[in-house]
């Protein structure tokens, strides 16, 4: 497996990467769908369209369970899908070996940050609840910045703010806006299989790594 020397940083994706947020967004789907007199859907359905943001997500659930335009219906589904869904997102739980991953990154003295595009009122309600932002040095949400992944922006400002060179990070992610995001910014690109990568192969000659398990980055950062 390809080792990685002169490594002083970690970012993050949130979803499908630290963390299963697909059942409290199958949740707050349904009971938009539910409101607007549309036929909920079923969870791996919902889970394919997650990975490109909240309003691709509404749109997608609104023309699968109907044969509506979307955009007619989509400022009433959008305001209704956060009113749920602040309700259950810190209730989202990490993958199983998150946790010890970060610990053991912590331990190695590199600087890890989550960066996601994930509004900052969803993304730091489920770090705090599930404790995990004790060992993130950084927490960079799609509204810290201007532009989201899979604009390089958060990634540069994420190095910036951990007096980080691009080629002293590693970009971790399940998506192509990870992918994208990292080698526009210089980053290394380490991919995850276990996501959500909304139901598209994220094979990539831009991934310097795919790894099976996050627990690999130990092994895999000199």
Same mark, same amino acid.
């Given at each position: ?15 499908? =990467?630290?963390?299963? =947020? ?6 707050? =789907? ?39 335009? &979307? ?47 994930? &509004?900052?009122?969803y993304t730091h ?18 509204? =810290?910045?201007?532009?989201?992944? !899979?604009? !390089? ?56 790594l795919a790894i ?11």
């Open positions: 497996m390809k080792k990685f020397t002169n490594i002083k940083g970690v970012f993050f994706d949130l979803d499908g =990467t630290l963390f299963d =947020t697909a059942p409290e967004l199958s949740f707050a =789907t349904n009971k938009m769908l539910k409101d607007i007199d549309l036929q909920g859907l079923e969870s791996n359905v919902i889970k394919s369209f997650i990975g490109k943001g909240a309003d691709n997500l509404v749109r997608k659930s609104i023309s699968y369970s109907s044969n509506k335009n &979307p955009e007619v219906l989509f400022k009433k589904a959008r305001k209704l899908f956060d009113k749920y869904y602040i309700l259950k997102a810190a209730q989202s739980l990490p993958y199983d070996g998150v946790k010890e991953t970060l610990i053991k990154l912590k331990k190695k003295k590199l600087s890890l940050a989550c960066v996601t595009n994930k &509004p900052e009122i309600a489920i770090l705090k609840k599930s404790g995990l932002i004790a060992y993130l040095d950084l927490v960079v949400s799609g509204d =810290t910045v201007s532009k989201k992944k !899979p604009d !390089p922006m958060p990634l540069h400002y994420s190095c910036d703010k951990l007096e980080l060179e691009p080629k002293e990070a590693i970009m971790v992610g399940d998506s192509c806006n990870d992918i994208e995001a990292g080698f526009s910014a210089g980053t290394y690109v380490v991919t995850v299989p276990y996501g959500y990568q909304y139901g598209e192969s994220i094979e990539s000659d831009k991934v310097d099976e398990n996050l627990n690999d980055l130990v092994t895999i950062i000199n």
